[in-house]
């Protein structure tokens, strides 16, 4: 009887036994099998760590280039300091003869920017004051006209180009374009045309001098507004993914100031996402 309840009790404690470790190897299985998926969920995550940084430092394509013209430097106007402090490479167009004139040139030159001359011309609408003392108007002689375009050049410090402000007028008569372009030519610049008249002669007289021109797509801020900014901002950067390149002008002082300095700023982002580097002018001459 003895031996019955031994033998009993051995193959209890061996069921027992068994079941524990049976419950033991379940155990390590489970986890087991949660380190596995820890070890593969951190896997996962590295690997689209890794991806993130590739996709990052892959380099943009590059669909089109876009020059932005700011004129009207010179008076130290509304939106000076923040159109400079703009981390991409603007084109300051800078009006000669002004109080502020090599100021601005030597602020904007400091902050990366490039810079040209904004020559007053003469429109067919306005009043001849505000071209200044200086102002290039039609009935100057063409030795009238080379003397105050070399002297603009000596007022305005580290140009490499030209501009038109305002003048409608003067953009049509090809005797005063090309004494301009003769200047231009003689300080190796190139000429902008702003179009402020669809009867320009500025592109036929600089190509007979063998003077590089460019021409203005988009006036960025007729309408004063951040909003309507923005948009003409896009239709550069389109025109610009259709043509290769294009240029928009925008102002400092009472036409635009702070308010276009602020849509440039917050547009940078997206031009550059739609594949447009923004460059100097010259740039676009090469």
């Not at 489970?30 to 993130?52: C, P, S, V």
């Not at 981390?87 to 090599?102: G, M, Q, V």
């Not at 003469?122 to 009238?144: A, D, F, M, R, Y």
Request: hydrophobic residues 45%.
């Amino acid at each position: 009887m003895k031996n019955n309840f031994f033998v009993v009790t051995l193959r209890k404690k061996k069921i027992v036994y068994f079941m524990l470790a049976l419950l033991a190897l379940v155990i390590l299985l489970l986890t087991a099998g949660e380190l596995q998926n820890k070890r593969y969920d951190t896997l996962g995550n590295n690997y689209k760590k890794i991806a993130m940084v590739f996709i990052q430092r892959q380099p943009r394509v590059m669909k089109g280039q876009v020059a932005i013209i700011i004129d009207d430097f010179g008076n130290l106007g509304n939106g000076t300091k923040e159109m400079l402090a703009i981390d991409r490479p603007l084109t300051c167009a800078i009006i000669p003869f002004l109080p502020y004139t090599k100021e601005d040139a030597v602020l904007a030159h400091g902050n990366g920017h490039e810079i040209i001359i904004h020559i007053p011309m003469e429109p067919h609408v306005g009043n001849p004051k505000w071209l200044g003392e200086k102002g290039i108007t039609t009935n100057l002689s063409t030795e009238q006209i080379k003397t105050i375009i070399r002297e603009a050049v000596e007022e305005v410090p580290f140009a490499v180009g030209v501009n038109n402000h305002m003048g409608s007028k003067a953009t049509e008569d090809s005797r005063v374009m090309a004494a301009i372009i003769q200047v231009v030519k003689e300080n190796n610049m190139y000429i902008v045309d702003s179009k402020t008249s669809i009867n320009s002669v500025v592109k036929k007289i600089a190509e007979e001098y063998n003077v590089p021109i460019l021409e203005r797509a988009v006036f960025l801020d007729n309408e004063k507004s951040v909003g309507a900014i923005k948009k003409q901002l896009k239709t550069l950067g389109e025109l610009a993914i259709k043509d290769g390149s294009a240029i928009g002008i925008g102002h400092v002082g009472p036409e635009g100031g702070i308010i276009t300095a602020t849509a440039i700023k917050e547009m940078i982002p997206q031009l550059e996402k739609m594949g447009i580097e923004i460059v100097p002018v010259s740039h676009l001459t090469k």
